[in-house]
């Protein structure tokens, strides 16, 4: 049998079928198992901060297994409280929620939104913010939504114009939930100065802002987490991908009193925070730190924005650091996926005329130059 034999006869219908078998990965590259070998630009969609097999992680997770690997929370442990702290140092936040996915981190903040009391919610429009059902409730995409409505009632998604966020506020409106940067939609930015805006509004109506930063979190931005570079402070962030580097964590850091909203029971899961998963996001963190791959990210987002200005079909490049959406002049996305594919790049195409990249963090000028040589490739073959 083939993969793609077993794939389609045994896996779920829910995703199509995937384009190659990947077997081994090394730094920024893979292979799949005809022995092809690609540069992967997609950083399994944000998560790869210290791109395939970085010995750091690996040292920390096979020492972490062999020591303690899960616990419950009826116990705490080393590396979960690490962890607390690390976090909080970084975010600014004065409590942490540990969970297992961004999905869950976002239900995490449903939660906190849920225990003020007031019944309303609003998304922005295009947002994506997870698929199980209360996260799939926020995601403002309703092709995603339609079939497996009633989701959870009150839910508003707003334009992201920063007047229809004043329109729908009132005081009976618990939380705003925002991507600084709308990932799945293409990596599209925010009107400038919304965040500052939605922080002012929220706090004036009493409301929470949460900030959803699974996807521009952990260094990518350039910034460690995409608000700090407004200087508000939002009542939560959610945080997955990128914090454990490809092993499955998800976190919600709060601050202020929106940290005291959770009391005892309200809340769990066995998996969220167990001394495995917390151990390597220690270790990614602490990698991320001890490298400068934030300063990286920054300095690399403006290397390969400079050479993609020109090229075949650009017509826009948005996003910050190391989290690039390239607009297209001609709706050809999963053809530019494809010829990519072809020349050993790996990207992806979020819609017809987005490519996102979200490399690792590691990246250095040769991987930078290498990508910029594929990618015209791929542009030139589609313009
Ligand atoms: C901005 C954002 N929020 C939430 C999610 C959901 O995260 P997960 O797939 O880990 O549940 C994603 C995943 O792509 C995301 O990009």
């Not at 400038?192 to 929220?202: D, K, S």
């Not at 962030?237 to 959770?262: M, Q, T």
């Not at 602490?286 to 690399?300: D, F, M, Y």
């Not at 403006?302 to 709706?331: F, H, N, T």
Request: aromatic share 6%.
């Amino acid at each position: 049998m083939t993969w793609q034999e077993q794939y389609s006869e045994n896996i779920m219908k829910s995703a199509s079928l995937p384009s190659a078998e990947l077997v081994r990965g090394e730094g920024a590259y893979v292979w799949d198992s005809e022995g092809t070998k690609y540069l992967d630009f997609l950083g399994g969609i944000a998560v790869l901060s210290l791109g395939h097999a970085h010995p750091v992680l690996v040292k920390a997770v096979s020492e972490q297994i062999a020591t303690l690997g899960h616990v419950s929370n009826y116990f705490a442990t080393p590396p979960q409280l690490e962890l607390a702290e690390r976090l909080l140092r970084l975010t600014g936040g004065d409590r942490v929620y540990f969970c297992n996915s961004g999905a869950e981190a976002i239900e995490a903040g449903i939660k906190l939104a849920r225990r003020t009391g007031r019944p309303r919610i609003l998304s922005l429009q295009n947002s994506f913010h997870g698929r199980t059902m209360g996260s799939l409730s926020l995601t403002g995409k309703p092709a995603l939504r339609e079939a497996f409505e009633p989701l959870l009632p009150n839910i508003e998604h707003i334009d992201s114009a920063i007047e229809a966020l004043e329109k729908a506020m009132g005081p009976d409106v618990a939380a705003l939930f925002v991507e600084p940067i709308k990932g799945e939609a293409g990596v599209v930015d925010l009107p400038e100065g919304y965040l500052e805006a939605a922080r002012e509004i929220t706090a004036r109506h009493g409301a929470l802002l949460i900030l959803d930063e699974i996807q521009t979190g952990a260094g990518r931005t350039g910034a460690w987490f995409a608000f700090q570079k407004t200087g508000i402070v939002p009542d939560a962030i959610a945080l997955a991908k990128g914090i454990g580097g490809g092993v499955p964590i998800g976190a919600l850091v709060a601050y202020g009193a929106a940290a005291e909203l959770l009391v005892a029971g309200q809340h769990g899961s066995t998996y969220g925070g167990n001394p495995l998963v917390t151990a390597a996001a220690n270790a990614v963190l602490g990698e991320i730190e001890r490298a400068g791959l934030v300063e990286n990210a920054e300095r690399q987002g403006i290397a390969i924005r400079k050479a993609l200005v020109g090229l075949p079909l650009v017509e826009d490049i948005r996003g910050q650091g190391l989290l690039i959406g390239v607009g297209l002049s001609k709706p050809v996305g999963a053809a530019v996926v494809a010829s990519a594919a072809a020349e050993g790049l790996i990207v992806n195409a979020p819609n017809d005329t987005s490519i996102r990249l979200a490399p690792a963090l590691i990246i250095g000028d040769a991987e930078v130059s290498e990508f910029i040589e594929k990618f015209t490739k791929a542009l030139e073959a589609n313009a």
